[in-house]
Structures are given as C-alpha cells and as structure tokens.
Antibody, heavy 119, light 108 residues
Framework: QVQLQESGPGLVKPSETLSLTCTVS????????WSWIRQPAGKGLEWIGRMYSSGSTNYNPSLKSRVTMSIDTSKNQFSLKLNSVTAADTAVYYC?????????????WGQGTLVTVTS | EIVMTQSPATLSVSPGEGASVSCRAS??????LAWYQQKPGQAPRLLIYGASTRATGIPARFSGSGSGTDFTLTISRLQSEDSAVYYCQQYNNWPPLTFGGGTKVEIK
C-alpha cells in the first residue's frame, strides 16, 4: 500500500517561494502520477497539478505561471515549488496519487501539511 | 474550467436514516466523477469513482449514481462515523481537475 508524507516549512514570507516534498513509501515513484492538492482552512479542495517520473506535467492554469513540480527517483520523493506567494496561498497542502498509474482520482493521500504565508 | 456545485451545503440526519448529496457539473463530465469523505483534521478518503463504483473497503451503504451533469451520493442507514464533509470531483475535462464546494453531513 502506497504511503505519502509531506514535509517542508510551515511558514513562508510573502513574495517568497513555497517548497514542499512528498516522500513515497510502499510503491515505486516511477509507477504512478503524483499530484498536489491544497485546501485553505474551512474551504474546499483545489488541484494544483500532477507529474510523472518521465517529467511530464499538468498544472492548474490558474497557478501554472508560479508552479514547478519535480521528482527525485533516487529518494522516492516528489516536490512542489510555488513562487511569489501571498496570503491566498495559505492552506493545507496534500500530496496524492491513485491506485491505477494514470488515475485522475485519488486513493492515496498524505496527511497534509499546513503552510502559512506571513511576514 | 468545469464548475462543480454541491447541494445542500449542510445536511442534518438522524442515525439510521438515509442522506443524499447532490453534485451538478457546469457541463457534461460523462461518468468521470468521484466522491470523497473528509473528517476534521484528516485527508479526504475516496468513496466512489466512475460515478458509481465503490472504492476498495467502502461499505455498501455508500452508493453513487448519475451521469452527464447530475450526480448523487446516497448514504443509507447513517452511522455516527459518517459525520463528515463530502466532496465530488470531476476528471473528464482537465486541467484543471475540479472539486465541488463540499456538503457537511451532520448526525442529529
């Protein structure tokens, strides 16, 4: 069973870059697409994007200009960078994937990590 | 972008009764719709995909129906553990994948 664990700074200053890592266990990082989804406090879910180990990426058009995703297969980790953050980027960030390699719905989720954008 | 609209925002149901949550898409998503359950402080949990197929380990009292633009999640014989927020998600036209705003199900 795939397990996911997010890590990264909980506080980021406005205009700086948010950087998070998701560590994958119980499955090969080369076998699935890997996604990031976020959720502001008390609000709904927003899909940020996904990537495959080949480097193929799909991003939410609303965030595309600020998002970069990458994979480190040697560490079984994938990462999210979101630049020029504002208070609107404050949210719980989840990494997620599906049971089927190209699945567009999510069977497996990390526990989430809260990122607060504040000066 | 496909907009997913859920109703009602909040549903209060007595234990043992049934509950229905509605999800409407701004354009057809065929049967490419999933449902999730989210409890406070937890990640969402996949309940249904393909509009009506239960995910692994999901009890039979959770069922999904619909296609095109109108979908329903039905929970029969509600239990206290079903108190949660439920979200729909379309994966037919993307990017982006989009979620509904959520329906909070409360147990009276």
């Amino acid at each position: 069973q795939v397990q996911l664990q997010e890590s990264g700074p909980g506080l980021v200053k406005p205009s700086e870059t948010l950087s998070l890592t998701c560590t994958v266990s119980g499955g090969s990082i080369t076998s699935y697409y890997w996604s990031w989804i976020r959720q502001p406090a008390g609000k709904g879910l927003e899909w940020i994007g996904r990537m495959y180990s080949s480097g193929s990426t799909n991003y939410n058009p609303s965030l595309k200009s600020r998002v970069t995703m990458s994979i480190d297969t040697s560490k079984n980790q994938f990462s999210l960078k979101l630049n020029s953050v504002t208070a609107a980027d404050t949210a719980v960030y989840y990494c997620a994937t599906g049971r089927i390699w190209s699945s567009l719905y999510y069977d497996y989720w990390g526990q989430g990590t809260l990122v607060t954008v504040t000066s | 972008e496909i907009v997913m609209t859920q109703s009602p925002a909040t549903l209060s149901v007595s234990p043992g009764e049934g509950a229905s949550v509605s999800c409407r898409a701004s354009q057809s998503v065929s049967s490419n719709l999933a449902w999730y359950q989210q409890k406070p402080g937890q990640a969402p949990r996949l309940l249904i995909y393909g509009a009506s197929t239960r995910a692994t380990g999901i009890p039979a009292r959770f069922s999904g129906s619909g296609s095109g633009t109108d979908f329903t999640l039905t929970i029969s014989r509600l239990q206290s553990e079903d108190s949660a927020v439920y979200y729909c998600q379309q994966y037919n036209n993307w990017p982006p994948l989009t979620f509904g705003g959520g329906t909070k199900v409360e147990i009276k």
